[in-house]
Structure formats: C-alpha cells, structure tokens
C-alpha cells in the first residue's frame, strides 16, 4: 500500500509470526492516516465528544451546577442572585448545552459508522475471497488425491465443498426464509401483543 511505511521485521525471539507484526504495522498506519484525513469539524466533534464521555465533564458540570444553584439560591453570602429559582437560564443553557452535546455525538457516532461500514466491507472481500481460494484448494487437493489413490470423502459431499458460493443468492435465500411465518418470532397469547 502506498503510504504505509514498513518498520524493520522483529526480533527473532517474538512470538508471533513476521506476518502478524506486517498486519499490526499496517492497520496501525491505516489507522494514523484516517486520523489524518479527519477535518476540523471532526476533530472538533471528537474531542467534545471524548470530554462529554469522560469524569470530568461530570466534575465540571456538577462544579457549574452547584455553583449556580447555590449563588442563585442566596447561599452564598454578599452576592446577588441573577437567576432565581425556578432558574430559567440555567435550564435553558442546559437545553442548549444537551442539543449541542447530542449533535456532535452523532457527528462523532457517523464518522465511527463509516469506518465500521469500510471495515465491514473489507472482512466481505476478504472472506469471498478466502472462500474463493479455498473452493480452488479443495479442488487440487482432490485432484492430487485421485493421482495418489488417497481416500477422498464420499462423492456428493465433495461436490458439494467445491462449488463457490454466490452471495447474492446467498442473501436472496436470507431473505426468503425471513420472509416465512416460520421464521418469525411467535407471540405468546396474554402478552400484549
């Protein structure tokens, strides 16, 4: 992939397989140049969002809150209350405040679905074309077993592993026994429904 820098393999008392560090290293640096594709607007939303999620957007607010109940409420000594009970700012900053939070959540919530979608995309490609390869494999390697006389599995069954599958038929087949009253969930009598 372009782009994608290579780092040196690891050292040969590691674990895992130089294959294994080649993926980890590359979904790292896909990861670096998503992060790097991101605008201001996103990076904006994703931070809001990262502060809202965490403690201490709960301190800060419960700082704020109390804060303003209590120098609103006459509690605190010499200072005027600019907002009395039944607080009518406060609630509408509040509002304000939750309309704001919620919109940069689902900015950030969007962005995160399209990865999950690319994501998603890239583990279908990835598993028909495993299947593709093994339909092959399984082809040769019961084109090697008829050369050797090796055992081969009974006749039905072995034609039945090479054949590829075709996703669309796949999916109309979902949708077909989806479509069947016995696929549904039954109701229960004396449930409400």
Avoid at 78 to 106: C, Q, R, Y
């Amino acid at each position: 992939m372009s782009g994608i820098n290579p780092q040196p393999p690891p050292p040969p008392e590691s674990e895992m397989s130089s294959v294994v560090h080649r993926n980890i290293r590359t979904l790292v640096a896909l990861r670096q140049r998503e992060e790097q594709k991101r605008t201001i607007s996103d990076r904006i939303a994703v931070s809001v969002t990262r502060f809202a999620g965490s403690m201490w957007c709960v301190y800060f607010h419960a700082l704020w809150f109390g804060g303003w109940l209590a120098w609103n409420s006459g509690l605190v000594p010499g200072v005027k209350p600019f907002d009395p009970f039944p607080f009518s700012m406060l609630a509408m900053i509040a509002a304000v405040e939750a309309i704001f939070l919620s919109t940069f959540i689902l900015i950030s919530q969007n962005r995160i679905q399209r990865q999950a979608d690319r994501r998603a995309e890239l583990d279908l490609q990835i598993s028909l074309l495993t299947e593709h390869e093994l339909t092959r494999a399984v082809t040769l390697l019961d084109s090697v077993a008829q050369k050797v006389g090796a055992t081969r599995p009974p006749a039905e069954e072995l034609e039945e592993i090479k054949k590829d599958i075709a996703p669309e038929r796949v999916i109309e087949e979902m949708e077909r026994v989806e479509g069947q009253p016995s696929a549904r969930p039954q109701s229960h009598k004396g449930d409400g429904s």
